[in-house]
């Protein structure tokens, strides 16, 4: 699945020097176009070949139609519903109407146009000059956009179109982004139409501002007869617009609200924004780009300095463990700190922390990421310098200094830099433009396992690889469930559906699976429970290739509607009912998830996948499964999660179980994991660690 700000794309255009020598030229346009294209990479994780940018030179009239066809119209990669942003900044102008150019029209009219960058020279054919792109061009261009991706679109120009003559707007003349027509003539207006526009009269009286678009939001830098001016930190407008949209939380933001801000805070006194559009009450960019951020865990306020959080040891947290409170659990969506805690106490499921710090007030409900796992060992980490990238190296061996504790800003993971080979996790090479990774763990194949990773930020690898290591070391130490817990794995009959085979998993629950003929992927993992306990199971794929675990099982839902009679130490509660009683049995029929986009390097030249199945089992239901799952990759689009409900039998269960367990009981829980390593190989040498 694609992330969701995949689902932006963008055609940006900025336009400082013009063609013609009678056109005063701009000084912070292409800035503009560039800051708002950062914007949208840095901000919203917008992928680079998304955003197409056409500056100066670059913007000719041609340019900018062929961009919007190739680029925007006819791209497959826009699904309908998609966000499409269309950005403008450079000079407007005004152009006299042709006859018949708008319905009813009986006097002189004029007509807007956006000022392209051979705007009134001679056109290619010799037959008059380039009149630009005219509103009713445009409105046509986004409505044939429309027709074919959806009504996620949002046009922002930053231009004026007819400023008023006042002794104050002509003082900003050398600042203002508009210019008077030249010898652009009404008949060029009529050969520079869009083909679609042709049939399509306009009201007079509009020109950008048709009042409510049906298709589209209209963000202009001012209503008409005012300026749009520019200064050092660019166009007012865009800069105003930059800085709201960083100011507010978006993913709660409609346009109409932004527009707000944004003239609350305007940089230009008398310089009003307008937002117009059926949408305009509609949240910025449909929140296409803002998704649940796996990573964030639900909170619940106890007192005023102790909070509960929805993970515990199962997740690997610790006492000791930092986490930072926030308001919200959206990616790309501003969410500033509200206070620092630190865990006191790790529950199984769960987490009681104390605050340490606090900035803002902290409701009742919120949601928290942790910021310091508190793990013992660190994760070691050696830097292996090449010709091609000492400078990368010089850099991050300032952030990670030999032997010295830092914890990783991305991941929270306490990591060390040393210099022996034998000492480290992992060893990192950098690249032009990839990364290598050299894993010098034991568990799994024999010698050492090198991947090459299309990756040029090596902090975010090893942040990556940090996590990643966290996740699959992470256990219970007393292993409560060791010799009471029976699995197996199979190959299942594409055709039947059934398992077949023997048990692919040797005594050490190590793996070894060959591929040559294999037409398919899919497994049966059957899981026995011996023990006396009623346990809840979970099921993970890892993939240390490219530090990825995903959840591949989890119990049905059903099992969280009724309740059933557990005890515990003389203590007798209503609990869910179990996916894997005491003396039951679970079949897990599953696809090994693939993952084309890595290169193996086998130090003997032999082609294999490897990767861990890891089971987590335990007495109670696991929640906050999206922490496993989206630790390393965006979350799959969702509506927001609400709080738990305090009327749910799970949160009862848990309030019951936090009860018993303050009045010394011991209806805590109990979990254990169990990792078992797979390799999949086309050659019968490739060998497991015994």
């Known amino acids: 699945m694609t992330s969701p700000a995949s689902a932006v794309f963008a055609l940006i255009i900025g336009i400082d020097s013009y063609k013609s020598g009678s056109i005063w030229n701009l000084h912070y346009c292409v800035d503009d176009a560039e800051r708002v294209a950062h914007w949208l990479y840095e901000d919203l994780d917008v992928p680079k070949d998304h955003v197409k940018v056409l500056t100066d030179g670059q913007a000719c009239k041609d340019d900018i139609e062929r961009a919007f066809r190739d680029h925007l119209v006819n791209n497959t990669a826009i699904q309908k519903g998609d966000a499409i942003l269309v950005y403008f900044s450079g000079h407007g102008s005004q152009v006299s109407a042709p006859k018949g150019w708008y319905r009813g029209m009986r006097k002189q009219r004029t007509v807007e146009v956006l000022c392209t960058y051979d705007f009134d020279t001679r056109d290619a054919q010799g037959l008059g000059r380039v009149a630009g792109i005219s509103d009713r061009s445009l409105h046509a261009m986004l409505n044939e956009l429309a027709d074919v991706k959806g009504d996620n679109i949002t046009l922002i120009l930053d231009t004026c179109f007819n400023p008023s003559q006042t002794p104050e707007n002509i003082r900003e003349r050398s600042r203002t982004r508009w210019t008077p027509a030249g010898k652009t003539s009404s008949e060029d207006l009529y050969r520079g139409l869009w083909p679609s526009a042709r049939a399509d009269l306009q009201n007079p009286r509009f020109g950008f501002l048709e009042p409510s678009p049906t298709k589209y939001v209209v963000l202009i830098a001012c209503s008409p007869g005012n300026i749009a001016v520019e200064g050092r930190e660019g166009g007012h407008f865009t800069a105003s617009f930059l800085q709201a949209a960083s100011s507010v939380p978006l993913h709660r933001t409609t346009y109409a609200q932004l527009f707000d801000c944004i003239n609350r805070t305007a940089l230009e006194e008398g310089q009003k924004a307008i937002c117009l559009g059926k949408h305009r009450n509609r949240i910025f960019f449909d929140d296409i780009p803002f998704v649940v951020d796996g990573r964030f865990l639900a909170v619940a306020l106890c007192t005023k300095r102790e909070v509960r959080v929805e993970a515990g040891s199962v997740h690997g947290v610790i006492e000791g463990c930092e986490l930072a409170l926030h308001s919200h659990n959206y990616r790309r969506s501003r969410n500033p700190s509200l206070a620092t ?10 987490s009681l922390a104390q605050i340490k710090t606090q900035d803002l007030k902290i409701p009742k409900s919120c949601w928290a990421r942790i910021t310091r796992w508190n793990n013992e060992p660190p994760f070691r980490v050696k830097l292996k310098a090449s010709i091609a990238s000492i400078v990368a190296i010089w850099r991050l061996k300032k952030e990670l200094p030999s032997y010295a504790l830092r914890t990783l800003r991305g991941s929270g993971v306490t990591t060390q830099a040393v210099e022996e080979k034998g000492e480290a996790d992992i060893s990192i090479k950098v690249q032009r433009r990839s990364v290598v990774v050299e894993r010098h763990d034991n568990m799994g194949l024999n010698g050492s396992h090198v991947i090459s990773l299309e990756e040029s930020d090596a902090v975010k690898v090893i942040n990556d690889a940090a996590t990643f290591n966290l996740h699959l070391h992470s256990n219970n130490p007393s292993q409560p469930l060791e010799n009471v817990i029976r699995v197996e794995l199979h ?41 006396t306990l009623p346990l809840w199971p979970y099921v993970f794929a890892m993939d240390p290739d490219i530090y990825t675990m995903a959840l591949i099982y989890q119990p049905p839902p059903d099992f969280d509607d009724a309740d059933t009679d557990v005890s515990y130490r003389n203590n007798r509660v209503r609990a869910p009912p179990s996916p894997l009683p005491p003396g039951g049995i679970v079949d897990v029929v599953f696809n090994w998830p693939s993952h084309p986009h890595t290169h193996l390097l086998s130090p003997h030249g032999l082609p294999y996948k490897f990767g861990y199945l890891k089971l987590l089992l335990c007495s109670n239901p696991i929640g906050s499964l999206a922490f496993f799952n989206d630790s390393q990759s965006p979350s799959s689009r969702c509506s927001k999660p609400p709080p738990p409900s305090p009327n749910s039998s799970m949160v009862s269960f848990f309030e019951r179980t936090s009860i018993l367990t303050k009045k010394g009981g011991h209806l805590d829980g109990i979990w254990d994991s169990f990792l078992y390593p797979v390799v999949f190989a086309m050659n019968s040498n490739v060998e497991l660690y015994i």
């Open 341 to 350: 805690v630190v865990v006191v106490e790790a529950h199984p499921t769960w």
């Open 491 to 531: 190959d299942v009959d594409g055709h039947a559906v059934s398992k077949v085979g023997p048990n692919l998993l040797n005594r050490d629950s190590k793996s070894i699976i060959h591929y040559d003929d294999r037409s398919n992927m899919a497994f049966n993992m059957v899981i026995r429970n011996f023990s």
